[in-house]
């Protein structure tokens, strides 16, 4: 069993290993990973986590809601939210979300919110899907109606696990940086550059992020395919 099944777009619920391989090497990497999270927010509690990576293709979807599920595990109100709104994903990844009109559908007035968050098989977890994808994502992310979005959802949820775009492609993941309480860098093993991660945590660090760290995700192992590193 290797790493690739994660980014095989037909592969379904096979992704989610944390919900339907719990028992499973993965699955316990994506535990590890939480529970280094959480250590580290032992005196500054990390509710809201961004994930992102410097380049596309690196698997940040898969580790979102993978790490999401992990927290829902915990009997924790877990919310799911794809700001990826130029190439979302996290539709594909559960299924339930194809008719959802998601985040663009509430922010256009076409549904309350309640209706736009979708209920997922997994117990605790919703998820807040894009919907139709937007013409000016940045203007929606830097809206004041987005800002007041994430503040009803922060005092709703025990944990927010936000998957935004590659931080050197557009300059929407320094945005939503600014807003959570701590963000994370995935970096793909002999794929992603080293002079692109740098400058990935430089775009991150002037947006006056808390990078809390690093999630390699390595493509050539059989275990522990996701490492975490502060």
């Known amino acids: 069993m290797r790493s690739k099944k994660f980014r095989d777009k037909t592969s379904g619920k096979r992704k989610l290993v944390a919900k339907n391989e719990p028992q499973s090497a993965y699955a316990e990497s994506f535990r590890y990973i ?88 997994v117990p605790h977890l919703d998820v807040l899907p894009v919907g139709m994808t937007p013409a000016d994502p940045a203007s929606i ?19 927010i696990i936000i998957d935004t775009p590659p931080v050197m492609s557009v300059a929407d993941a320094q945005i939503i940086a600014s807003w959570v309480d701590g963000s994370i860098l995935v970096i793909r093993n002999n794929y992603t550059k080293q002079e692109n991660a740098k400058k990935a945590l430089k775009k991150l660090d002037a947006a006056g992020a808390k990078v809390i760290g690093t999630i390699f995700n390595n493509t050539k192992m059989k275990m522990r395919d996701y490492y975490y590193a502060e």
Request: hydrophobic residues 35%.
């Open 141 to 159: 992310l830097n809206s004041e109606k987005v800002q007041q979005l994430y503040k009803k959802l922060y005092e709703n949820y025990d944990r």
């Open 34 to 121: 939480r529970a280094n999270i959480d250590f580290s927010g032992i005196d500054n509690e990390y509710k809201s986590i961004m994930i992102t990576s410097p380049d596309p293709d690196s698997g940040k979807s898969l580790i979102s809601a993978n790490l999401a599920i992990t927290y829902a595990a915990l009997d924790m109100k877990t919310i799911l939210i794809d700001l990826d709104l130029r190439k979302p994903t996290v539709h594909k990844i559960f299924p339930e979300c194809h008719s959802s009109y998601g985040i663009t559908g509430f922010l256009k007035d076409m549904l309350p919110l309640e209706e736009a968050i979708i209920k997922t098989e």
